[in-house]
């Protein structure tokens, strides 16, 4: 192997800070590389594990360095989003953070608390208000709307029992 050039710039395939412990499914759809020559002060950073600001985004090193973009590429070996729908149905539940059993757990958690039912009775007080207040406002254009509407019950009630 011939000794390296401080001076040739390497390559190193990084994640976001928040992405680390992903699982490799995830971090295998990531295509992020960036080249850095051995003389930068992130370079050193990248080694040690730390993060850099590259550009104003936080990154850390996944995988490198390497000597070529295309050996980089290689390591990465990033799987792109394919055209088939199952697939890509596949690779969002593989990926995501959504866990059913959680999810229906915190439902059934919101559904008990008193502040839910005291905000749906306000929604639902709020809104018998807002008709009240409209129907005084504009009780002809009310009754104009209402009518067509009465009329159209009325007959299907009729019909039910013809």
């Not at 390497?10 to 412990?21: L, M, N, R, S, Y």
């Not at 919101?110 to 009240?132: A, Q």
Request: aromatic share 8%; with cysteine; proline share 8%.
């Amino acid at each position: 192997m011939a000794p390296r050039n401080d001076n040739v710039k390497t390559w190193f395939v990084c994640i976001d800070p928040a992405d680390k412990g992903k699982s490799t499914a995830f971090l295998d759809t990531v295509d992020f590389r960036i080249q850095v020559e051995p003389s930068d002060p992130n370079y050193h950073i990248l080694q040690s594990g730390g993060t850099i600001n590259w550009g104003g985004q936080p990154l850390i090193k996944w995988k490198g360095p390497f000597a070529t973009e295309t050996e980089a590429k290689q390591a990465q070996n990033p799987k792109q989003q394919s055209p088939n729908p199952v697939s890509d149905a596949q690779n969002a539940l593989t990926n995501s953070n959504a866990n059913p059993l959680t999810d229906l757990n915190d439902l059934a958690h919101r559904l008990t608390e008193p502040h839910t039912w005291l905000r749906v009775g306000e929604f639902v007080i709020g809104g018998i208000l807002v008709y009240i207040g409209i129907r005084e406002a504009f009780p002809t254009q009310v009754a104009a709307v209402t009518a067509p509407v009465k009329s159209a019950a009325k007959a299907a009630g009729m019909a039910a029992f013809l």
